[in-house]
């Protein structure tokens, strides 16, 4: 019976994880443009578009401390509601300034969601589950990030902005509803035990900071993929690029699910890094639809496989009682990396030939082969700690 209960609540947290991504990732490719027609200037679109992704990345070491210390149900629901408010701010906005609230408002309940509902997914699997368990969380997620920017841009073609943060709405309140149903509230001990504060989980930085250079070609990618290909004068459907990335991520994620529980993390790092080369390599030369579709698929074999492997390795560095932390320490990886992507993609957009854009974006192999090797010492160290 009780593993029937843990079944079930795993199923909706999936479902939960499911909406309240697909909520801020509906108003993500329409929010800059709704600024606009609200007066915002080009400098001001631009800190409505990343402001949400600062604010993650600020608030997200609190956020580590408090996810092993108080309910994660609770923290949770927090999160998801500040979600569902940032969308009634965005409907009901006169005005950039309010745009603005909203966002940092979303920033706090994205990384709030991010943290918690990964770490409180952790706690109800096994150990010996926990590769396979993120990987099927990860592609929850995956299926959000294809699924809504692409409703979000129809819902605005077809009515308005506001019909779009609407449905965002009903999205976060969806996954606000779900997780009232989840029985195994994951409660923080009574008299938790004390310990001094941290904000981050130093075994944990190494993975983060391999996943943040696989995150950098990434998001580069899908900040100025449609730049690069103008400005090359490409004949490829650059709509296919997204959908294809999803399809194939998914399509490796269930194949290799059973895998990732018993087969080393070097091995997937050296064929994600592989992979990424790859699919610079095709971004780099294609021509045709077959070279986008290809570089699609290898991105996905590169920064899509890497997110399951390195969130579930950097859970199993850390005791149960500090997964909070560990899983709030990698996602600090992801924001940097999403937040550097475009940065970085727009320096070398105006600074270097467009033919060398994507070549110049292997600077990332070496760096997270680098990390690679710390990781490795200090899994060995701590072996054999526990030995």
Partial sequence: MAGSQTKRDIALILAASFFYMAS??????????????????????????????????????????????????????????CVLLSCIGYFFAQSPALIVAARIINGLGFACCSTCLSTWMSDLLPPNKIGSGMGIFGTMNALSMAIAPAAGISIYQLTNHRTAFFIAAVTASLALIIVQFVKNRDEAPAQPAKRSLQFFDKNVFPIAFIMMMFGIPYCATQSFLVSYAEARHLSVSISLFFPAYAA???????????????????????????STSLALYFLATM???????AAAVFMAGGNGIMFSVCQSTAMLLAPKNKRGLANSTFYIGIDVGMSLGPIIAGFFYQHFAITLFYPLFFFTIPLAIIAFLVYRHIAKKLKQAHA
């Fill in 24 to 81: 801020p990732m509906l108003i993500t490719p329409i929010i800059t443009g709704f600024s606009e027609s609200l007066g915002a200037s080009g400098v001001m679109m631009g800190f409505i578009g990343g402001i949400m992704n600062i604010c993650s990345l600020v608030s997200r070491p609190f956020i580590g401390v408090l996810v092993d210390r108080i309910s994660k149900y609770k923290l949770s629901s927090f999160g998801i509601f």
């Fill in 248 to 274: 194939a991520l998914l399509i490796l994620r269930l194949s290799l699910k059973n895998y990732f529980d018993t087969k080393p993390f070097g091995m997937f790092f050296a064929a994600s890094i592989v």
């Fill in 287 to 293: 021509q045709t639809n077959a070279g986008l579709l």
